[in-house]
């Protein structure tokens, strides 16, 4: 296979001398090429050679003829508009087969970087050249292959093992499913045991991580480190290392010593927290359909990311080839854009013959090719926009929904017949401005983000210091923003919900009071929030040991039934994202549940005393835990929040 042009030009449109590195058909090339021909070819050169040597040679040339295009006629053409047409290439160059391309034969004996036994060629110009200049593009090509190679086996190994994947997703699902059902009923139980169980697996895991580790002493190659074997495609070569199951042992063992600390200074508190799960799994009784409403909310994220996709698919790819004119000789129209089509009838090649009209760069130059990655960056903007208010969206319904269940004095017959769609209805009639302002504000800052990232990554190989500094800053108040908005969005949401006020009335009503209940922010619904992180925890390693155990085809009654992989952390690592995301959409639903309890239970505190005239809202079982429990209020402090 062999390439042709005698030059080829940087992203730049800098004209550079051709290196022949020999590609196959235009096809089948996983390389970003310019438009010069591609031929197949039985074997790749093996020889140098230079067209204009070859023409002096008939044995030479009969040779060469094998990189020619079919459209070569010998040398009835003079050796100049050969190479200028670009029927044979300017020269050849020592070969070796590689994915069905031909590469520079590059070896290095006794630390000489040779190609075909010689450090020097001839560049079809009269110059020799060292063939270190080579090496460099064969390594990119080289990286590019690999690459290519690791998304086709990861490819292969998805298609002998999606339906396995699939049946792994629905046991996450229908596990994720029974536990909420089961913490309806018993809750109390189910927490306790979710928190044993959490304990005894990741117990398992270090038990697991200490066998492997001791089962390696002695072996040849074990000892070695991570960073003596650098980066490997292949991920089963990191597990016969002892440094790897040393790593995965440590962190194993400082999860679980936290997780225990936690639980030991927190088990007061966790009494506490379970009996507002309770409340919020009574409410999520009495709204079931709040279960399955975060397959509304993914649905609707899928049609941005699809949005987003193609629209970005679409700019990209909306750039043109633009050639320019190269001329060895001074020419006062070189660097000039040219059309191929119409190039040899024009008065280019008048006024310099030896002209050639050949491809510099794919873009554009006009005004919307400028402005190229403005337009991405507005695209990510909307992406961010419309993202966010989906979320906000089902924020407020689920916020509305468990409201109402609250607020009824009489539970459940005080509540709305269908009471998530009625949340979801008032949501999009009287709170999406509400809602598109607030996605509107975190959105701006995840953009800003973007971009900090973006010029983070242009400013690498820059060696000021104070600005690298200054941008490290920044990144992180930033992040720390969002996060402090995403916090503050949630719980003006739930105040919409509640009241029906504007974004910035609820923001400042939920800010101060959160404030006044900091204590009880802090002791409640993050221990809350820790304990559904452990039933996360619980649900993803439970599936992802039982796929560890299927796809490497350790369990004796499936195990002629495991697919054949190339890499099976590529089915097990799915298994566990996915697991996990579906895990966080089902616990997502009772984690907005505590927080609209929460904030409900905060304000009945502050609009009501428990007296005949004002009675709390709250259910019996959660005053008698709150009220009279260890965060029992003072009548002062009840009424100052």
């Given at each position: ?329 001074a020419c006062p129209f070189a660097g000039q854009t040219c059309r191929p089509e119409t190039f040899n009838t024009s008065n280019v090649t008048k006024l310099c013959p030896d002209a050639q009209c050949l491809f510099a760069f794919y873009g554009g130059e006009t005004a919307y090719h400028r402005y190229l990655v403005v337009l991405q960056f507005f ?263």
């Amino acid at each position: 296979m062999g390439g042709h042009g005698d030059s080829y030009y940087g992203k730049h449109g800098t004209p550079q001398k051709y290196d022949p590195t020999f590609k196959g058909p235009i096809y089948d090339s996983p390389l970003p090429v310019s438009p010069s021909p591609q031929i197949c070819v039985s074997k790749c050169p093996d020889r140098y050679l230079t067209y204009l040597t070859a023409v002096g040679s008939p044995a030479s040339l009969e040779y060469y003829r094998n990189f020619c295009t079919p459209e070569y006629k010998g040398t009835q053409k003079a050796a100049l508009n050969v190479l200028k047409d670009r029927e044979c290439p300017a020269m050849l160059i020592p070969s070796t087969p590689l994915a069905r391309r031909c590469f520079p034969a590059i070896q290095a004996k006794k630390g000489v970087i040779m190609v075909g036994n010689k450090t020097t060629y001839e560049d079809g110009w009269g110059n020799h050249r060292n063939v270190t200049e080579l090496l460099e593009g064969a390594k990119k090509a080289n990286v590019v292959l690999e690459t290519r190679q690791l998304a086709m086996k990861i490819f292969e190994d998805y298609t002998v093992s999606w339906y396995w994947i699939i049946i792994g997703l629905v046991i996450a699902m229908v596990a994720s499913l029974i536990f909420i059902v089961l913490l309806r009923f018993l809750a109390g139980v189910m927490v306790w045991v979710m928190i044993v169980m959490v304990i005894l697996v990741l117990g398992y895991g270090i038990f697991h991580c200490y066998m492997e580790y001791a089962k390696l002493k002695g072996e040849a190659g074990s000892d070695m480190s991570l960073t003596d074997l650098g980066f490997q495609t292949d991920l089963r070569v990191y597990l016969h290392l002892r440094q790897t199951w040393l790593a995965f042992l440590i962190i194993l063992c400082v999860l679980e010593l936290l997780i225990v600390l936690l639980l030991i200074f927190l088990r007061k508190r966790i009494l506490i927290a379970i009996a507002l799960i309770k409340e919020a799994s009574r409410a999520v009784g009495h709204v079931m359909s709040s279960l399955l409403f975060p397959l509304c909310t993914f649905f609707l994220l899928c049609l941005c990311i699809a949005y987003w996709a193609s629209t970005a698919v679409f700019l990209s790819t909306s750039n043109e080839a633009v050639y320019k004119v190269f001329n060895e000789s001074a020419c006062p129209f070189a660097g000039q854009t040219c059309r191929p089509e119409t190039f040899n009838t024009s008065n280019v090649t008048k006024l310099c013959p030896d002209a050639q009209c050949l491809f510099a760069f794919y873009g554009g130059e006009t005004a919307y090719h400028r402005y190229l990655v403005v337009l991405q960056f507005f695209n990510v903007f909307m992406f961010f926009w419309l993202a966010n208010f989906v979320i906000a969206l089902g924020q407020v319904t689920l916020a509305g929904a468990f409201a109402s269940y609250y607020w009824a004095f009489k539970k459940p017959d005080d509540m709305p017949a269908f009471p998530l769609f009625s949340a979801f209805g008032r949501a999009l009639r009287y709170h999406t401005g509400s809602l598109a302002f607030g996605s509107l504000i975190l959105a701006i800052v995840q953009v800003i983000r973007v971009i900090l990232e973006y010029l983070d990554h242009r400013l690498k190989a820059a060696e000021n210091k104070f600005a690298k500094f200054l941008l490290s800053c920044l990144k992180c108040c930033f992040w720390c923003l969002e996060k402090f908005l995403k916090f503050l969005n949630r719980n003006a949401y739930i105040m919409i919900a509640i009241y029906g006020t504007n974004f910035c009335t609820s923001a400042r009503n939920a800010f101060f009071l959160l404030m006044r209940n900091i204590i009880r922010v802090a002791v409640l619904d993050k221990v809350t929030d820790f304990l559904f992180f452990l039933g996360k925890l619980l649900i993803v390693g439970s599936v992802g040991i039982l796929a560890f155990f299927f796809f490497t085809q350790r369990i004796k009654l499936v195990q002629d039934t495991a697919p054949p992989l190339n890499y099976y952390w590529v089915p097990i690592l799915t298994v566990i994202v996915g697991s996990y995301l579906i895990a966080h959409g089902f616990f997502s639903v009772y984690g907005m549940c505590v927080d609209t309890l929460f904030l409900c239970f905060c304000e009945d505190l502050e609009r009501n005393d428990g007296s005949p005239e004002r009675p709390y809202y709250m259910s019996p079982e959660l005053s008698e835990i709150l009220l009279k429990g260890h965060l029992e209020p003072s009548k002062s402090a009840d009424s100052q929040g």
